[in-house]
């Protein structure tokens, strides 16, 4: 038993460490901190700082253009990311497509599409969701149909995130409509430019524009768009369900919204007294980190095995659900430090010299209901509750 | 003891149902609640001229109720529609001016707008900690979150008077106002008074504001209330709606049980403030407003939480009109006193 | 709308406290007062006292004796009870087999059982769950096969409380074995001095002994001991689940554990000062307090819907559910009130002059261990869960 | 950074899992438990014998362990078989007297049995406000729930000399010693010092104490993770055989649900206990202590409710074994300190 990183993981903290702090542009820093959306641009000139370091395609192998780290590699680098108040990197086409085309697509699709993923020349996006097939991802409608050498295509996607800057999507289609449902699922590359792709925007809850519905009407690609084997397209939706999961807690951004929530209650009055002297809210936050301190471990446990065992198990369905609980819950304290102060709408009050909130803190509100996501999507809480009954319980 | 409301108020009720319903279907609330002025001129009008500010104040000051029930009634079906008029600033001005014994027959006629500036950046619920101050007729200092004060002609202002607490009416035009949406609608306003000629309504009002804000509560409860209601039955249809594997989601007991714990919870919290709404005025009134207020925030954060998740997805967009119940019932908390700050003042008297 | 009580029911409350504060023997307070298990004398002394006021059978009418009170009167009569430290009456006569043979009796059996019950010739209890049948009552496999003018009867019971002071047991028996659970059933009335009734106790979490296993071998009883209708016992079973619901929230007695807390934290020390000055303990109290200030109004407004209605609707299941947690809280907050001095097994201090609780507190673990059961007797919380979702959902 | 046991440790392990397993069926354990001197003296011996108490200590002081993971091994064990052996006061008494630099081999080879006498009456956990006091080498006051105390030879006692806190060793034979079973089975004691002859071990001994306190807290930790472990595996096998509604209530997702999150807890559970063991003796342990036990009263709580309630009926019983589990996880809450006790400390460090 060793809680320990060896000195050469420590060396390359302090390496990530003095990267982020060397080049991190400061805007970009600063509209971490603030907590409102980022634009396409800022999103694209972090990527552009971490490939040219090698660092972009964290879960890449070195073949592909990765820097080949392992399990706590990445662990260390999402934390110092996160501590660096460095943008999440937008995984859709790092996270998901690249390693889904190096596990199941051909030479000739890797060696097209990767670079362009690292460059920076696709932006991807994922077509999963449907309004009828959410957690029921498997009854998706949308159709492909083989016409010669081209899929004709039909349907809606929707929580299609970040869809709006998108070159390219990923989709699951039908393309056997008599066989069961996860046996009849093809996965397949649709360039958005192609005509019959349209893009509508969602506006989430507190007024953001992240995601977005996508209609497909006759829409026509390339039968070598397939990935993989036509109708086993499920198998590759499933091989990202499990795939570099021990990332999910989010552990590193919970432990900046400590600190945050910290700072804040220095800062706020109540009662005559700092937020922070009150012991009903002090105690609050203790058991959040409590709750933190713990989960930091338990993600370390399950990191360490996923390295032993050269993959995540099924008990990692305990980071999601525990990992999203308790970065709500500090979503929730640093909303509920404001006090009333937590209402005005975002950027009501931007150029009046008249704010409420602490600096970094206006969006506390517009944060805290953003994120009631963070249980539903990739898999709901419910579901990982269930996967965990048939897989850890065995009932 | 009865439970039925009396002839007049549920007449009251039924009226405002009827009419609420039509003036605020969600496109149009969410319409107004989110442009300048953050809340409907024209519906403020009309929904005036059904009475709803007379229901709100007794008769001896002119109005036709002013009782606990009164205001339980009326804010109720304000937060079934999500009502973004500023009928809260209306009400709290009202029981202020009734405690001085000031006319207001155009405050509850609804030709004058009222807001009542009460916390600051600094003290927001503990009003011992103000700074806004008078001397020689004049008002300086800044109040945050005057809700409808965007909208209003005519401020209620609690400063510092020597010592003790006093109110003091400011117009509008001599304050410096910006206005603001709020994240769930409606509008409030950072308010600032430079000298401002300040008219003494009523002296040593620390009684009399705890008596507002104690109204206030119980119509942010009440109106909490409403909202809660309609995000439950909106669950539960879409619980019975939805379908994923196959059947209504509605059929997974986890999310049956769990939707039964909500409705335990919003029973509760009508109890709550059946209660409050009871002892406002009396002697106890401090005490279970308090109470309604830490349970209502409670009560609020599991229903709201649980309807957005128990949805899952589209309650997270603007366009179902769930997201903005979540939100409004979820913001509610943090006006007039939060769940902890109230659970202290519980704790303290006991 | 309107919150009071009349004069009326004011007199009448003053009435029930002049007559507990004059009749109440001070050793049956203490016993109660002192959270240990009550003997068979202190309840028949007790029931005997209350027998002679007419006011034992609470929930029968005047023609059958008892004092032909509404449910306001009841629930007045339920808290000053509670709040006088008075025994819980025992129900099994009182309040299910004598409602039950007022209802499906025939005049023969009203004439025979009901005075006996009265006056305490008879001590009742409930022959319901079995081992295979608890939560699934309908699943019950005790057998009774007609012969001649006999019932024979073959099975067990379980969970039968006090069944160990009994001289009769009412038990929903198995008559036909063909037809749907449901419509299979009768009930049927035993003397437990029949040959062939064996009583088992079941030592209870706590040590105590409270319920009990009752073996049924070829028991025979007459055939004129059939309550109701043949096969439809069912129908009774179902009737007593719902009947004289509105107390089923216990409101005096949490009302009781509020002020035995509060005085408790007064008297028990932490970091150098009473318990009550520690913000987290007086949080947590006063958290308690407000849950069950709603729950003295929810209960109200459903006895008036009672009241009005004539008869409980299925809303009251809300009663059971939130009265048994606030009431499960309370009992916690006093064993986490005496720390570590919670520990000591009941009565093992008795006599040694070295208490280590205050008065009246030193059962306060075993109080809360066995208060467990109230969220699962009587039809678990989980079921109360499913019956409101029905009623009350629509799903 | 390894997760795994060392191989010495995987070997105690194995060997405790092994030989309590036998010693300490459910019966035989609540036997002894409940019945005086609340413990098993002939098992005592065959425990210290497979050198148990040797794994508490360090080389330097005797033995062949002593560090919080080795604490936590054996601990974990005592918990999965409800083990009633006076084995905390035996390790807190090891931590003083190394502290000390006391020779412990009697301790050790379970020849003299060891108690700590820290907390009292008024002063359950804080020790600063303890009245035991000591002059001219005669000790006077009172120990409360002296784990242990039942069946010791020797008491290591915290008293007030001057100022100060110090630790005193005390002969059983000189004391008062009113032993009994606890709720959740295993004795403790009243222990009354009337100028009992006390011979003074550690002067100044505050951070001994804390040290010694933080040990116990790990070891009652770990305890309860044995015992979660052990309560939630019957909790499943349960639901996968226990038939209503002709189905197992397994098939239940409500049930299925809630074993899901007691699990949850359990892992977290599982994860801070080995951070405080990870830190015990360091500049934080008492940090991580205090955030260990306070988790693990809020989890075992969870667990420990949901375990009975989920049984439904059976876990009432005393011949449920899972019933003495539930008490044991319940009661070690208010050892060395309940969940809002360490819950403040965690805040007040920030």
Same mark, same amino acid.
Request: charged letters at 25%.
């Given at each position: 038993?060793?809680?320990n990183?060896?000195?050469?993981?420590?060396?390359?903290?302090q390496?990530?460490r003095d990267?982020?702090?060397?080049?991190?542009?400061?805007?970009?820093?600063?509209?971490?901190?603030?907590g409102?959306?980022?634009?396409?641009?800022i999103?694209?000139?972090?990527?552009?700082?971490?490939?040219?370091?090698?660092?972009?395609? +964290?879960?890449?192998?070195?073949e592909?253009?990765?820097?080949?780290?392992?399990?706590?590699?990445?662990?260390?680098?999402?934390e110092?990311?996160?501590?660096?108040?460095?943008p999440?990197?937008?995984?859709?086409?790092?996270?998901?497509?690249?390693?889904?085309?190096q596990?199941?697509?051909?030479k000739e699709?890797?060696?097209?599409?990767l670079?362009?993923?690292?460059?920076?020349?696709?932006?991807?996006?994922?077509g999963?969701?449907e309004?009828?097939?959410?957690?029921?991802?498997?009854s998706?409608?949308?159709?492909a149909?083989?016409d010669?050498d081209?899929?004709?295509?039909?349907?809606?996607? +929707?929580?299609?995130?970040?869809?709006?800057?998108?070159?390219w999507?990923?989709?699951?289609?039908?393309?056997?409509?008599d066989?069961?449902?996860q046996?009849?699922?093809?996965?397949?590359?649709?360039d958005?430019? +192609?005509?019959?792709?349209?893009?509508?925007?969602?506006?989430?809850?507190?007024g953001?524009?992240?995601?977005?519905?996508?209609f497909?009407?006759?829409?026509?690609?390339?039968?070598?768009?397939?990935?993989g084997?036509?109708?086993?397209?499920?198998?590759?939706a499933?091989?990202?369900?499990?795939?570099?999961?021990?990332?999910?807690a989010?552990?590193?951004?919970?432990?900046?919204?400590?600190?945050?929530?910290?700072?804040l209650?220095?800062k706020?009055?109540?009662?005559?007294?700092?937020?922070?002297?009150?012991?009903?809210?002090?105690a609050?936050v203790?058991?959040?980190?409590?709750?933190?301190?713990?989960?930091?471990?338990?993600?370390l446990?399950?990191?360490?095995?996923?390295?032993?065992?050269?993959a995540?198990g099924?008990? +990692?369905?305990?980071?999601?659900?525990?990992?999203?609980?308790?970065n709500?819950?500090?979503?929730?304290?640093r909303?509920?430090?404001?006090?009333?102060?937590?209402?005005?709408f975002?950027?009501?009050?931007?150029?009046s010299?008249?704010?409420v909130?602490?600096a970094?803190?206006?969006?506390?509100?517009?944060?805290?209901?953003?994120?009631?996501?963070?249980?539903?999507?990739?898999?709901?809480n419910?579901?990982?509750?269930?996967?965990?009954?048939?897989?850890?319980?065995?009932? | 003891?009865?439970?039925?409301?009396?002839?007049d108020?549920?007449?009251?009720?039924?009226?405002?149902?009827?009419?609420?319903?039509?003036?605020?279907?969600?496109d149009?609330?969410?319409?107004?609640?989110?442009?300048?002025?953050?809340?409907?001129?024209?519906?403020?009008?009309?929904?005036?001229?059904?009475?709803?500010?007379?229901?709100?104040a007794?008769?001896?000051?002119?109005?036709?109720?002013?009782?606990?029930f009164d205001i339980?009634?009326?804010?109720?079906?304000?937060?079934?529609?999500l009502?973004?008029?500023?009928v809260?600033?209306?009400?709290?001005?009202?029981?202020?001016m009734t405690?001085?014994?000031?006319?207001?027959?155009a405050?509850?006629?609804?030709?004058t707008?009222?807001?009542v500036?009460?916390?600051?950046?600094?003290?927001?619920?503990?009003?011992?900690?103000?700074?806004t101050?008078?001397?020689? %007729?004049?008002?300086?200092?800044?109040?945050?979150?005057?809700?409808g004060?965007?909208?209003a002609?005519?401020?209620?202002?609690?400063?510092?008077?020597g010592?003790?607490?006093?109110?003091y009416?400011?117009?509008?035009?001599?304050?410096?106002?910006?206005g603001?949406?709020?994240?769930?609608g409606?509008?409030?306003?950072e308010?600032?008074?430079e000298?401002?000629?300040?008219?003494?309504?009523?002296?040593?009002? %620390?009684a009399?504001i705890?008596?507002?804000?104690?109204?206030?509560i119980v119509a942010?409860?009440?109106?909490?209330?409403?909202?809660?209601?309609?995000?439950?039955?909106?669950?539960?249809?879409?619980?019975?709606?939805?379908?994923?594997?196959?059947?209504?989601?509605?059929?997974?007991?986890?999310l049956?049980?769990?939707?039964?714990?909500?409705?335990?919870?919003?029973?509760?919290?009508?109890?709550?403030?059946?209660k409050a709404?009871?002892?406002?005025?009396g002697?106890?009134?401090s005490?279970?407003?308090?109470?309604?207020?830490?349970?209502i925030?409670?009560?609020g954060r599991?229903v709201?939480?649980e309807?957005?998740?128990?949805?899952?997805?589209i309650?997270?967009?603007?366009?179902?009109? %769930?997201?903005?119940?979540?939100?409004?019932?979820?913001?509610?908390?943090?006006?007039?006193?939060?769940?902890d700050?109230?659970l202290?003042?519980?704790?303290?008297?006991?």
């Amino acid at each position: 038993m060793d809680l320990n990183f060896t000195p050469e993981e420590e060396a390359f903290r302090q390496e990530v460490r003095d990267f982020f702090a060397e080049n991190l542009p400061e805007d970009i820093r600063d509209a971490v901190k603030n907590g409102g959306e980022l634009g396409k641009e800022i999103i694209e000139r972090y990527h552009a700082i971490l490939n040219k370091k090698g660092w972009l395609a +964290t879960t890449w192998p070195a073949e592909f253009g990765g820097p080949g780290w392992g399990p706590v590699e990445r662990h260390i680098f999402d934390e110092e990311a996160a501590f660096a108040y460095a943008p999440r990197i937008v995984p859709f086409g790092l996270g998901m497509l690249g390693p889904v085309l190096q596990k199941f697509g051909s030479k000739e699709q890797q060696d097209h599409y990767l670079p362009r993923i690292l460059d920076g020349t696709d932006w991807w996006c994922q077509g999963y969701s449907e309004p009828g097939a959410g957690s029921d991802l498997a009854s998706l409608k949308t159709r492909a149909v083989r016409d010669g050498d081209e899929w004709v295509i039909n349907g809606q996607k +929707t929580w299609t995130t970040l869809g709006q800057h998108a070159d390219w999507i990923f989709c699951l289609c039908r393309t056997d409509a008599d066989v069961k449902q996860q046996e009849g699922i093809s996965f397949i590359l649709i360039d958005m430019s +192609t005509p019959g792709v349209e893009v509508r925007p969602i506006k989430l809850i507190e007024g953001g524009h992240e995601v977005n519905e996508v209609f497909f009407t006759d829409v026509r690609v390339p039968y070598g768009n397939l990935v993989g084997e036509e109708n086993k397209g499920w198998t590759i939706a499933k091989y990202l369900l499990t795939h570099e999961r021990t990332g999910i807690a989010g552990v590193g951004f919970s432990m900046l919204e400590l600190e945050e929530t910290r700072e804040l209650a220095k800062k706020v009055m109540r009662n005559g007294k700092p937020l922070s002297e009150d012991p009903l809210f002090a105690a609050r936050v203790a058991q959040a980190e409590i709750d933190l301190e713990a989960m930091k471990l338990t993600n370390l446990r399950m990191l360490f095995t996923a390295q032993k065992n050269g993959a995540p198990g099924p008990e +990692t369905s305990i980071l999601k659900i525990k990992g999203t609980v308790i970065n709500q819950e500090f979503k929730d304290l640093r909303r509920r430090a404001l006090g009333p102060n937590a209402a005005p709408f975002p950027g009501s009050l931007d150029g009046s010299n008249l704010d409420v909130a602490p600096a970094g803190n206006a969006n506390n509100a517009a944060r805290y209901f953003n994120n009631r996501k963070t249980s539903i999507f990739g898999g709901s809480n419910e579901i990982q509750r269930n996967i965990l009954t048939k897989t850890m319980l065995g009932l | 003891m009865n439970f039925d409301l009396t002839e007049d108020r549920q007449m009251l009720q039924d009226s405002l149902r009827r009419n609420l319903g039509d003036k605020y279907q969600i496109d149009h609330r969410n319409k107004v609640a989110y442009a300048e002025p953050f809340h409907d001129p024209a519906k403020w009008g009309e929904l005036t001229e059904l009475g709803a500010l007379f229901a709100l104040a007794p008769e001896a000051a002119g109005g036709m109720g002013g009782a606990g029930f009164d205001i339980s009634v009326v804010f109720e079906e304000l937060g079934r529609v999500l009502c973004p008029e500023p009928v809260l600033g209306a009400l709290m001005a009202s029981r202020l001016m009734t405690a001085a014994g000031a006319d207001q027959e155009a405050l509850l006629s609804g030709e004058t707008r009222y807001a009542v500036g009460l916390g600051e950046l600094d003290a927001p619920y503990d009003l011992d900690n103000i700074t806004t101050s008078v001397s020689d %007729g004049k008002i300086s200092g800044r109040k945050s979150l005057v809700y409808g004060g965007q909208a209003a002609d005519v401020f209620l202002v609690a400063a510092k008077d020597g010592g003790s607490l006093a109110i003091y009416e400011v117009a509008a035009s001599d304050a410096s106002v910006t206005g603001y949406a709020m994240m769930d609608g409606a509008g409030a306003a950072e308010v600032v008074f430079e000298n401002a000629p300040a008219k003494l309504v009523l002296a040593d009002a %620390g009684a009399a504001i705890e008596d507002a804000v104690n109204a206030g509560i119980v119509a942010l409860c009440s109106e909490a209330v409403g909202a809660m209601d309609v995000l439950h039955k909106m669950t539960v249809e879409y619980l019975g709606q939805r379908k994923q594997f196959g059947r209504p989601i509605g059929t997974f007991q986890v999310l049956q049980h769990r939707a039964v714990d909500m409705l335990t919870e919003i029973e509760q919290s009508r109890s709550i403030v059946i209660k409050a709404a009871a002892e406002l005025g009396g002697p106890q009134a401090s005490r279970y407003a308090s109470m309604a207020k830490n349970l209502i925030g409670r009560a609020g954060r599991l229903v709201a939480e649980e309807a957005i998740q128990m949805h899952g997805g589209i309650a997270m967009t603007w366009e179902y009109p %769930g997201s903005h119940y979540a939100k409004r019932i979820i913001m509610i908390d943090a006006q007039l006193g939060d769940t902890d700050y109230h659970l202290m003042r519980v704790a303290q008297a006991a």
